[in-house]
């Protein structure tokens, strides 16, 4: 056994074949996210000297409904293949990005809006593709175990990728910054083809969640009040980041010059909230926790509210670009553990079919409606606003936010008592929830109960 493969294996508690497959899986996602970082500040730095920053929401606008279409396309499709869709998609993804650097050639505007919003598609489906076949190969004791540290190489390569894109933007250009990326990508490939081969994975088994139909997905809300809650925080998580990146895109178009100035000066953001991110993984996010849900529903949205006051007196751009470091920073760590905490006490039918709308399609109709209104703001013919005056909506939000917030506290630990009185809510699911003191609390109350199964199932 190599010493990377030991040391890993001694750290997680695994076996030696399974420390290997830790290690394999660590630079999957490394690879992947440094891959999708470094063509990432080009698909809006190519946006907004084609057509302006203030035009960006119009693309925001129509990418909404395009990634629905694309990813109910892309399900289907892989379904029907039997073996390797994973590393057959990411050969069709190598295959577009040397499509789109020739295409790039040519000048024309178009083009710019097309990878604008394949950069969307790319970061949706290389996520979910690495997470898809980590579900596969790991069960649920060897998840706490393992996923910390294969998710900790996303993080890395986010910094590692936008860290590149910051130094040869300028260096060679940003088109070229797609041939760098398909490069990384195709060693992806192989890595991903070496770990399916070695598990005799079958393709039908690596295919993500079912697309469930609109009136299916809207019974489920109507029936629950508590995901009713849920989708609310999230469309307002997602409303509130496409507000900052607005005003992150709008200050950089007018401070900035070229494409590639404005590629370097993206990627340089996009690296250092990248460690910020993993700082607050690392440090913070266990200890946040610490202090209870309702406090951890609230630290984002706090601070949203707080970098936007900051922005409204002065016009600097590292104004913006704090905004936007201190959102990702906190948004893939804290908040969105905390939100899946939120998940836990729904029955587990309804959570595991729910879930993925929720997750994916609210956000996105969410982003959506947020640039119909950015339209609004920021155009001649609506009010107008400067990056600066967006701060405006921002703090409108916070305030909604806040408030729907702690709304969603108390629900969830109404929701947890009725799953521990009706027993619908599994045992196996509670673990992440005991990091909330009211969750142990009522857990604990349960043992006076005198129905003897219900202090058996608080007991589990």
Known sequence: MSGPVRVVSRILNLKEHEGLTALQMFAYSFLAMTAYNIVRPATRSQVITSLGADNLPYVQLGAGVLIGVLMHVYTRVIARM??????????????????????????????????????????????????????????ARQAKRVFGFIGGGS???????????????????????????AGILIVCVGLVASIVRHHDLKGHDLVPEEVVGSGEAFRWLRSSKHLQIIAVVI??????????????????A????????????????????SLAGFVVQVALTSRIQAFGLGFALLILPVGLGATATVMLFTSAIWAPAMARGLDSALRYTVDKTTREILFLPLPTDLKYRAKPFVDVTVDRFARSLA????????????????????SYASLSITALWIVVAMRARLEYLATFRRGLETKSMGASTVGLGLEDAATLETLVEELSEHDEARVLHAID
């Open 371 to 390: 640039a119909l209104i950015l339209l609004i703001l920021i155009k001649p013919w609506g009010l107008n606003l400067s990056w600066q005056q967006l």
């Open 235 to 252: 469309g307002l998580a997602a409303m509130g980041s496409t507000i900052i990146d607005q005003q992150l895109n709008m200050a950089a």
């Open 82 to 139: 039997r073996r390797g869709p994973i590393s057959g998609s990411q050969l069709a993804e190598v295959g577009l990005l040397l499509l789109f650097w020739v295409l790039f050639q040519t000048g024309a505007a178009w083009v710019s809006v097309a990878f604008y919003m394949l950069g969307l598609v790319l970061g949706v489906l290389l996520i979910s593709q690495f997470w898809t076949l980590a579900n596969e190969l790991y069960d």
């Open 155 to 181: 993080v890395l390569g986010g910094a590692t990728g936008a860290g590149i894109a910051a130094f040869a933007a300028r260096a060679v250009g940003t088109n070229n910054l797609l041939l760098l990326s």
């Open 254 to 273: 007018a401070i900035k010059g070229s494409t590639d100035e404005i590629t370097a000066f993206l990627a340089q953001v996009t690296f250092y909230l």
